[in-house]
């Protein structure tokens, strides 16, 4: 990547963070370390809920492979389900299952601002440490990383006029239809982008995925357009650090594109400083 300093706006619209590590399976992982895990945790994390278990596909040069399906009888061994641990707030929250580990911020309800890329990630490497050494102590084998992720969404709202319709104010390479045309303007649109992302050496680490889509404020009916980047890939080695590489690879891929693909407009309403 290039050496300049990443952009920077005061005001961004982001609304959360996610970094996750997916490992290799841990088949001696029950419910009940769940439960002994929140314990380590549950000073800063005091809420528990059980969600369905996250599949994601292993992003290939060809193209990314789907999950493999387990066989049902072999389900029995791993806890087939995903914990969630958040905090007080409900602004920090740590992702459990028997093959990923994640920690998520969110706005929540405080409409809390953003703490930047380094005091999340900061949190991430703190909550992964413990609970490797929990695997350790309990003799549920190693962690060996397989594949790391980045999420930003962002709520892109309504300072210039942006409705559904009215993409180009939003992403550069969007086109209106011309007056005259047969068409009207669009009433809404989904975006769905990727691009590959490569290693220092140019070897295929990973893809950015970029996602444009229409929703609507729960709590007003207000329009907005959610941008949604993911980017997704191999750890540089099999421990954390080699994973910690890679997240702050995709860090700066998702800074520097959701900088490249928006329009200068809108920096000037996120406060573009660099």
Same mark, same amino acid.
């Given at each position: 990547?290039?050496?300049?300093?990443?952009?920077?706006?005061?005001?961004?619209?982001?609304?959360?963070?996610?970094?996750?590590?997916?490992?290799?399976?841990?088949?001696? =992982?029950?419910?009940?370390?769940?439960?002994?895990?929140?314990?380590?945790?549950?000073?800063?994390?005091?809420?528990?809920?059980?969600?369905?278990?996250?599949?994601?596909?292993?992003?290939? @040069?060809?193209?990314?492979? @789907?999950?493999?399906?387990?066989?049902?009888?072999?389900?029995?061994?791993?806890?087939?389900?995903?914990?969630?641990?958040?905090?007080?707030?409900?602004?920090?929250?740590?992702?459990?299952?028997?093959?990923? =580990?994640?920690?998520?911020?969110?706005?929540?309800?405080?409409?809390?601002?953003?703490?930047?890329?380094?005091?999340?990630?900061?949190?991430?490497?703190?909550?992964?440490?413990?609970?490797?050494?929990?695997?350790?102590?309990?003799?549920?084998?190693?962690?060996?990383?397989?594949?790391?992720?980045?999420?930003?969404?962002?709520?892109?709202?309504?300072?210039?006029?942006?409705? *559904?319709? *009215?993409?180009?104010?939003?992403?550069?390479?969007?086109? @209106?239809?011309?007056?005259?045309?047969?068409?009207?303007?669009?009433?809404?649109?989904?975006?769905?982008?990727?691009?590959?992302?490569?290693?220092?050496?140019?070897?295929?680490?990973?893809?950015?995925?970029?996602?444009?889509?229409?929703?609507?404020?729960?709590?007003?009916?207000?329009?907005?357009?959610?941008?949604?980047?993911?980017?997704?890939?191999?750890?540089?080695?099999?421990?954390?650090?080699?994973?910690?590489? =890679?997240?702050?690879?995709?860090?700066?891929?998702?800074?520097?594109?959701?900088?490249?693909?928006?329009?200068?407009?809108? *920096?000037?309403?996120?406060?573009?400083?660099?």
């Amino acid at each position: 990547m290039a050496s300049t300093p990443l952009p920077e706006f005061a005001r961004p619209p982001v609304v959360e963070v996610a970094l996750s590590i997916m490992f290799e399976s841990l088949p001696r =992982f029950r419910s009940a370390h769940t439960g002994l895990f929140w314990r380590r945790v549950r000073d800063r994390f005091p809420n528990a809920e059980d969600h369905p278990v996250l599949d994601a596909p292993i992003e290939q @040069p060809s193209g990314p492979t @789907p999950p493999v399906i387990t066989p049902t009888l072999q389900l029995v061994s791993a806890v087939p389900v995903r914990a969630w641990f958040t905090s007080t707030s409900g602004t920090e929250l740590i992702q459990l299952q028997h093959d990923r =580990f994640a920690h998520n911020w969110r706005t929540g309800e405080t409409r809390e601002s953003y703490p930047r890329y380094g005091t999340i990630r900061d949190a991430f490497v703190d909550e992964y440490k413990q609970f490797s050494q929990f695997v350790h102590e309990e003799s549920l084998g190693s962690l060996t990383a397989r594949q790391c992720e980045v999420t930003y969404v962002n709520h892109i709202r309504d300072p210039l006029g942006c409705r *559904h319709s *009215h993409i180009e104010q939003v992403i550069r390479s969007w086109r @209106p239809t011309n007056n005259g045309s047969f068409l009207p303007r669009i009433e809404d649109a989904k975006i769905n982008t990727r691009y590959v992302i490569k290693d220092s050496s140019g070897g295929f680490c990973g893809r950015l995925l970029a996602t444009l889509q229409p929703a609507y404020l729960r709590e007003t009916s207000e329009e907005i357009l959610v941008f949604t980047l993911v980017a997704r890939g191999r750890p540089l080695s099999e421990q954390l650090d080699g994973a910690l590489q =890679f997240l702050d690879l995709g860090h700066e891929w998702i800074v520097r594109a959701f900088t490249e693909l928006t329009t200068p407009e809108m *920096h000037d309403t996120w406060g573009r400083i660099r």
